[in-house]
């Protein structure tokens, strides 16, 4: 994120250095494929292959639910528009909002962070696959 952009964006009088060192502190999750195939899909990222690990995220909040924030937007991106963001971005799982008629999320859920590292991932992994793009090139042992 280029700062004079991320500046533009942020709402809170935080400062681009104290988000970049938030997100640095933090291991991001996408909550739903379509963002990540179309994060694989993006011109920096399209010719080259990746290496994808499906999460049970069951298990993986079972354990790191106190260090889980979540996120109803990309955080790491400001194009093509620096979209308003602050540290109020991130809530901790029982106090994202939800609409008053169900449980269900008021803004869906974008982005699943765990606080500084995931040591045991290898536990939580279900399926890992090589990618390019959109393509799956191949399913790699676990």
């Excluded at 292959?49 to 106190?66: F, G, M, N, P, R």
């Excluded at 909002?97 to 974008?110: D, E, F, G, I, M």
């Amino acid at each position: 994120m280029e700062p004079t952009r991320l500046q533009k964006a942020l709402v809170d009088g935080t400062t681009p250095d104290q988000w970049y060192s938030f997100l640095n502190s933090k291991v991001f999750l996408w909550a739903e494929e379509s963002r990540l195939l179309r994060l694989l899909n993006a011109r920096h990222y399209r010719a080259h292959e990746h290496d994808v690990l499906t999460i049970d995220t069951a298990s993986l909040l079972q354990k790191y639910a106190s260090s889980a924030w979540l996120c109803h937007m990309n955080s790491g991106n400001t194009f093509p528009m620096p979209t308003p963001r602050g540290m109020a971005s991130f809530k901790r799982i029982p106090e994202y909002p939800t609409k008053q008629r169900s449980a269900a999320p008021a803004k869906p859920v974008v982005e699943v962070l765990i606080d500084n590292s995931i040591p045991d991932i290898a536990r939580h992994v279900i399926d890992v696959r090589r990618m390019r793009g959109a393509v799956c090139l191949g399913k790699l042992l676990i």
